[in-house]
């Protein structure tokens, strides 16, 4: 299912570029296809570049998407458009061809806009991921089963015998990496990875299917790890890390301000989460970060 939703996406994302560029050379050129159009000089390195910013921009997202539910979202959209734009303006740097302000900053605008849109069409669609469990943990299962949109079609203990019946081409397989896994019940796993079928974690599945981290899959002890103490490390990384902040400060600004529209377009609620914790010297302290990380 996920390979059949990447496949859709590329294609309507390339055919909103598409539009994108008719649209605009209409308002800059009056006509929707620019390389008719009377300019300085050819147009096609332009549009070149930027179809393949879109696909190496797509590329990466979906090299990205391997460990996400097949679902379309904005903020992929925010990166495709954002890297193809990228690209484009790196590429007509370096090679001096011709392109026109106007064509690119409409191109990108309605291409972004027609990205969002077929995204949220896509996404009123039910969809659901199906998948079978290998856990001893019937509890963990058994609130995957309950969210929205997982589909479980059967769940095993790590120890037992595998199922004799094929899978279904679109299940995943989501195994308990704390369970030990009987030798037949390895080789199934194995098998099921090796003939295709998506292989995941079942701590991966629980937090991207119900937004919580199981406790119990936690590792062990990572709470009284202490980090190593080194004579004169520290003033000299609070030293360092000022002066970058400092000098760096408008490009974390500009970056902070779309990753706060991407995680706003992409799901509701607030884009700033807020914890209190204890740091250093046991003082305590205000977290602020992006709520998906």
Same mark, same amino acid.
């Given at each position: 299912?996920?390979?059949?939703?990447?496949?859709?996406?590329?294609?309507?994302?390339?055919?909103?570029?598409?539009?994108?560029?008719?649209?605009?050379?209409?308002?800059?050129?009056?006509?929707?296809?620019?390389?008719?159009?009377?300019?300085?000089?050819?147009?096609?390195?332009?549009?070149?570049?930027?179809?393949?910013?879109?696909?190496?921009?797509?590329?990466?997202?979906?090299?990205?998407?391997?460990?996400?539910?097949?679902?379309?979202?904005?903020?992929?959209?925010?990166?495709?458009?954002?890297?193809?734009?990228?690209?484009?303006?790196?590429?007509?740097?370096?090679?001096?061809?011709?392109?026109?302000?106007?064509?690119?900053?409409?191109?990108?605008?309605?291409?972004?806009?027609?990205?969002?849109?077929?995204?949220?069409?896509?996404?009123?669609?039910?969809?659901?991921?199906?998948?079978?469990?290998?856990?001893?943990?019937?509890?963990?299962?058994?609130?995957?089963?309950?969210?929205?949109?997982?589909?479980?079609?059967? =769940?095993?203990? &790590? +120890?037992?015998? $595998?199922?004799?019946?094929?899978? #279904?081409?679109?299940?995943? /397989? !989501?195994?308990?990496?704390?369970?030990?896994?009987?030798?037949?019940?390895?080789?199934?796993?194995?098998?099921?990875?090796?003939?295709?079928?998506?292989?995941?974690?079942?701590?991966?599945?629980?937090?991207?299917?119900?937004?919580?981290?199981?406790?119990?899959?936690?590792?062990?002890?990572?709470?009284?790890?202490?980090? =190593?103490?080194? &004579? +004169?490390?520290? $003033?000299?990384?609070?030293?360092? #890390?000022?002066?970058?902040? /400092? !000098?760096?400060?408008?490009?974390?600004?500009?970056?902070?301000?779309?990753?706060?529209?991407?995680?706003?377009?992409?799901?509701?609620?607030?884009?700033?989460?807020?914890?209190?914790?204890?740091?250093?010297?046991?003082?305590?302290?205000?977290?602020?970060?992006?709520?998906?990380?």
């Amino acid at each position: 299912m996920g390979n059949r939703v990447l496949r859709w996406i590329y294609l309507l994302d390339m055919a909103s570029l598409v539009v994108a560029v008719a649209v605009a050379s209409l308002f800059v050129f009056s006509t929707a296809l620019p390389w008719t159009a009377n300019t300085p000089g050819p147009i096609w390195p332009f549009l070149a570049m930027l179809f393949a910013g879109g696909t190496a921009g797509s590329y990466m997202s979906a090299r990205a998407w391997g460990k996400t539910a097949p679902r379309p979202t904005y903020g992929r959209a925010v990166a495709i458009v954002g890297f193809g734009a990228a690209f484009t303006a790196l590429g007509l740097v370096l090679t001096r061809v011709y392109w026109s302000r106007p064509m690119f900053a409409i191109t990108i605008g309605l291409w972004f806009g027609l990205a969002l849109t077929h995204r949220a069409l896509l996404r009123r669609r039910p969809w659901t991921e199906q998948m079978v469990i290998i856990t001893g943990e019937k509890q963990l299962a058994e609130d995957i089963r309950n969210t929205r949109h997982a589909d479980v079609v059967a =769940v095993f203990e &790590s +120890g037992e015998e $595998p199922p004799d019946e094929p899978l #279904d081409e679109n299940v995943s /397989v !989501v195994v308990d990496l704390r369970g030990v896994l009987s030798e037949s019940m390895a080789q199934y796993v194995s098998s099921a990875s090796i003939a295709g079928y998506r292989v995941r974690s079942l701590s991966e599945a629980y937090e991207e299917h119900t937004g919580r981290l199981p406790m119990v899959h936690l590792a062990e002890g990572w709470e009284l790890a202490q980090p =190593v103490a080194r &004579s +004169g490390y520290a $003033p000299v990384k609070h030293g360092i #890390d000022v002066v970058l902040t /400092v !000098v760096t400060a408008p490009l974390w600004l500009l970056l902070g301000g779309i990753v706060w529209v991407t995680v706003k377009l992409d799901s509701p609620g607030p884009a700033l989460y807020h914890q209190n914790r204890l740091g250093r010297d046991n003082r305590a302290f205000t977290l602020h970060k992006f709520r998906p990380m």
